[in-house]
């Protein structure tokens, strides 16, 4: 359940409400839970998808992509080749999130995880509110970290 002061009629608000949502699956991947939860928070705030990093850049960058009305895809390009959230990612990820977070004006979102792995990346965001949606057992998984 969203705050209700996140959800103030838009007289009372001088812009949407922002949730930044890190995950470990991959938006295009399959149309699930995540998918659904979040188009349906679309209607009434932006939603910034972060996907985990793409190892492929040699100097980090963020791709944004609209992928429907209210939400953008935003992916990491790194150059580590670590994979998922890795420590390694968490200040080049953050420096970047801060830049876009900025140029859109948002200072505190919702900040809402899918992944328990991308939860040091607190450390660079100063969020209004912290969700944790646990869909999946994830240290049931094969090669699950500790």
């Known amino acids: 359940m969203i705050h209700p002061t996140l959800l ?16 470990h699956l991959r938006w295009s991947f399959v149309f699930q839970r995540p998918q659904h939860v979040l188009s349906r928070l679309a209607a009434q ?4 998808f972060v996907e985990e990093p793409v190892c492929d850049a040699t100097a980090p960058r963020l791709s944004v992509a609209a992928v429907a ?5 935003v992916t990491p390009h790194l150059g580590d080749p670590a994979p998922g959230f890795a420590d390694v990612h968490f200040q080049p990820l953050g420096r970047m999130l801060d830049e876009l977070l ?3 004006r948002v200072s505190s979102p ?7 792995m ?15 949606d646990c869909m999946d057992d994830l240290a049931s998984f094969r090669f699950a970290p500790p």
């Open 8 to 23: 103030r009629p838009a007289t009372a608000r001088t812009e949407r409400p922002t949730i930044l949502v890190f995950s």
């Open 45 to 48: 705030c932006d939603i910034l």
């Open 69 to 73: 009305p209210g939400v953008e895809v």
């Open 102 to 104: 900025a140029q859109r």
């Open 110 to 116: 919702l900040v809402w995880f899918y992944t328990p």
């Open 118 to 132: 991308a939860l040091p990346i607190l450390k660079y965001l100063e969020p209004c509110g912290i969700v944790y």
